[in-house]
């Protein structure tokens, strides 16, 4: 089973492109130690030939253009993709955007919840994916499925399916209500466990979280390797940079540090290797000389980086 990271930052991705915050500024200028990044998806893979992706970024073609793997073979036919399937773990634009650029009349099969399909169905611009070519199924909730392509040929992927404590995505919020509660976790985000048929271990992709509770700590644990929500380390850093209203809690997304930040909430929570993916531009993880970075490293993660990859 091979895991690829092939975007590593959230909705927008590093630098955004009208971001001259501190560390967008020294992206652009090629600072040592800040490194550019797409937006959040990985691709899986347990044979080499056919992959899965996980989520659709607006920045796939890029992220294809990148991954010689996600690309037609030479000696493949003129119109073909390695691409059997994409999963989505939410619906927010940073996350199916990319199915547009997935438009080509290429056969590859959609999974997805039953709150995330109805939103796919109820925007006719997805309807350039013809269900016909591209078959949309339900990702059934706490249930191993054996994701197929759009021909129903296994891929070897297997994914179960969890709700965590989320929110519905921002364009799906009731406008004008500022004070109403959008918070979820009855499946508008979930986190995949990702294994292989033939796998002794399994990867956890949860880019998405609002907080932790028994029952995630339960999910997680034992783990081979837990790729998380690392939006923002505190939860008013967009307010403290100046570049936004909204806490990382209003967002949908747990800080990294503090007592109800995910470091201390999976500090004992058994799991082989840990990373933060889905990571914001403000965040100062971003910046491989800063004190943040040190104490995230201290705390037993890494920092996700574009092109990373695991294999269990």
């Known amino acids: 089973m091979r895991v690829k ?14 971001c001259n915050y501190r560390q967008s500024r020294a992206a652009r200028l090629g600072t040592p130690g800040v490194h550019p990044r797409t937006q959040s998806s990985i691709a899986a893979t347990a044979d080499g030939t056919g992959w899965a992706l996980f989520n659709a970024s607006p920045d796939i073609r890029q992220q294809i253009a990148q991954a010689p793997e996600l690309q037609p073979g030479t000696d493949a036919p003129l119109r073909s993709s390695p691409i059997r399937a994409v999963v989505l773990t939410n619906a927010d634009v940073d996350h199916i955007a990319g199915l547009l650029s997935l438009r080509e009349r290429q056969p590859f099969a959609i999974y997805a919840t039953a709150q995330v399909l109805a939103t796919l169905e109820a925007n006719s611009i997805f309807n350039v994916l013809d269900p016909a070519i591209v078959p949309r ?17 296994p891929t070897g992927v ?73 939006t923002v380390y505190t939860d008013d850093e967009m307010i403290t940079a100046g570049v936004g209203q909204k806490t990382g809690a209003r967002m949908g997304h747990i800080a990294m540090s503090g007592e109800a930040g995910s470091i201390a909430g999976l500090a004992d929570v058994k799991i082989a290797r840990r990373i933060f993916i889905h990571i914001n531009n403000t965040n100062p993880v971003l910046d491989e000389n800063s004190p943040e970075h040190a104490a995230v490293k201290a705390a037993g993660w890494e920092v996700a980086i574009d092109g990373m990859e695991m294999e269990f």
């Open 137 to 153: 199924r339900l990702l059934a909730p706490t249930e191993e499925i054996a994701i197929c392509g759009a021909d129903g040929h």
């Open 5 to 18: 990271i092939i975007g590593s930052a959230a909705g927008g991705g590093f630098p955004q492109w009208n």
């Open 158 to 230: 297997v994914v179960e399916s969890f709700p965590v404590p989320g929110k519905v995505a921002l364009y799906l919020e009731q406008k004008g209500d500022q004070d109403a509660d959008f918070n979820s976790d009855t499946g508008d985000t979930i986190g995949v466990r990702i294994s292989g048929t033939d796998s002794r271990g399994a990867v956890v992709y949860v880019p998405g979280c609002a907080s932790i509770d028994g029952a995630l700590r339960a999910r997680l644990a034992d783990a081979a390797c837990l790729l998380f929500d690392g």
